[in-house]
């Protein structure tokens, strides 16, 4: 009888820790789609129109779906730990380092990524910072970016909501 109240206990305490563990985690998970009526237009250039997220406590693994104005898509997968560690994956035959972590309140992701590429036979760094915040509803995530390469920073909001 002992044996299974401990037992009991240990499954209650797994399950109520596994819950709280992956309460901000679990929110994030999800297939994102761009909100075309409230992101500026990408005025020709390729943009991000879609993330599908799975976000654990130790993990966060993305897939991005890049579009262009002909509605042609480029996806990548993106498996990054969430301790700041430096991840390493190849998008296209362009090298890519990110890593990703909690903002220091918790309430953002901060995904911080340089990838290389070549232009006009030089090799080119696009270095990116990116802040996904979550709203109170969980229905829609703000992505606030600053990117910059040799030439120009540029900076932006781009806004997704769930996908049902």
């Known amino acids: 009888m002992q044996t299974k109240k401990c037992f009991s206990l240990f499954v209650l305490l797994f399950i109520v820790a596994a819950v709280y563990a992956g309460g901000k985690s679990s929110s994030y998970s999800g297939i994102w789609k761009l909100n075309r009526e409230k992101t500026p237009s990408a005025n020709g250039q390729i943009f991000l129109s879609k993330i599908s997220i799975l976000l654990r406590n130790d993990s966060l693994f993305t897939v991005r779906t890049y579009e262009n104005n002909n509605g042609e898509t480029y996806p990548f997968d993106e498996n990054l730990t969430m301790d700041g560690k430096e ?24 995904i911080e990524s340089i990838t290389t ?29 600053t990117t910059t390469m040799s030439t120009a920073t540029f900076k932006g909001t781009l806004y997704f909501n769930k996908s049902e």
Do not use: H
């Open 87 to 110: 991840c390493k994956i190849t998008i296209y035959d362009m090298p890519r380092k990110s890593k990703a972590s909690w903002s220091e309140q918790g309430k953002s992701l901060v």
């Open 117 to 145: 590429f070549t232009r006009d036979s030089r090799e080119e760094n696009l270095t990116s910072t990116e802040t996904w915040k979550m709203d109170e509803n969980g229905n829609s995530i703000t992505v606030d970016y």
